[in-house]
T-cell receptor
Framework: GENVEQHPSTLSVQEGDSAVIKCTYS??????FPWYKQELGKGPQLIIDIRSNVGEKKDQRIAVTLNKTAKHFSLHITETQPEDSAVYFC????????????FGDGTTLTVKP | DAGVIQSPRHEVTEMGQEVTLRCKPI?????LFWYRQTMMRGLELLIY????????DSGMPEDRFSAKMPNASFSTLKIQPSEPRDSAVYFCASSWTSPLGEQFFGPGTRLTVL
């Protein structure tokens, strides 16, 4: 089955700096890579996703890159703000498992004012 | 749409009691997922359904756990008997499968077993 590894497990940055979270996956059949943000006391919520036919996607301060050859993808947050502090999960899915996603272990991001 | 609805939001029970968690997925979604989240084990997939049929229950920790999806708009996760180590936040999520897309998570049920 699919295995997703996520690094780092914790990340602390100063407000205004950039943050990068990296994930690797093992199954070359995976073709959908969502990123979720989980705030305290809430369920994870999608912030950005990328499909295997695209190498990069950007939405305001958030961007995701995908390297299919190396089987890794990354989340980039620029100009971080205190409200970006949360737990971030990467995930990988393919078309054969009824929408099942394999999640990374999560990264706790702290943005210091 | 109101999103994924879970009830109760909080449950405190005593060891040995039966616990039933409920989930209403987003209308039109055809896959439903039950997760458990703890500090020690992170986010674990317990079981998931597609078109109301259980697809994979390999994440269910023990026979004390069972899940049903009698129709497209309702699912339950039951723990009987409950144990203190079952204390966790339980999330339900739903999604479409065609095209493959995000999972929409409910607010979770925080379960405490004393």
């Amino acid at each position: 089955g699919e295995n997703v590894e996520q690094h780092p497990s914790t990340l602390s940055v100063q407000e205004g700096d950039s943050a990068v979270i990296k994930c690797t996956y093992s199954d070359s059949a995976s073709n959908y890579f969502p990123w979720y943000k989980q705030e305290l006391g809430k369920g994870p919520q999608l912030i950005i996703d990328i499909r295997s036919n695209v190498g990069e996607k950007k939405d305001q301060r958030i961007a995701v890159t995908l390297n299919k050859t190396a089987k890794h993808f990354s989340l980039h947050i620029t100009e971080t703000q205190p409200e970006d502090s949360a737990v971030y999960f990467c995930a990988a899915s393919d078309n054969t498992n009824a929408g099942k996603s394999t999640f990374g272990d999560g990264t706790t991001l702290t943005v210091k004012p | 749409d109101a999103g994924v609805i879970q009830s109760p939001r909080h449950e405190v029970t005593e060891m040995g009691q039966e616990v039933t968690l409920r989930c209403k997925p987003i209308s039109g979604h055809n896959s439903l997922f039950w997760y458990r989240q703890t500090m020690m084990r992170g986010l674990e997939l317990l079981i998931y359904f597609n078109n109301n049929v259980p697809i994979d229950d390999s994440g269910m920790p023990e026979d004390r756990f069972s899940a049903k999806m009698p129709n497209a708009s309702f699912s339950t996760l039951k723990i009987q008997p409950s144990e203190p180590r079952d204390s966790a936040v339980y999330f339900c999520a739903s999604s479409w499968t065609s095209p493959l897309g995000e999972q929409f998570f409910g607010p979770g049920t925080r379960l405490t077993v004393l």
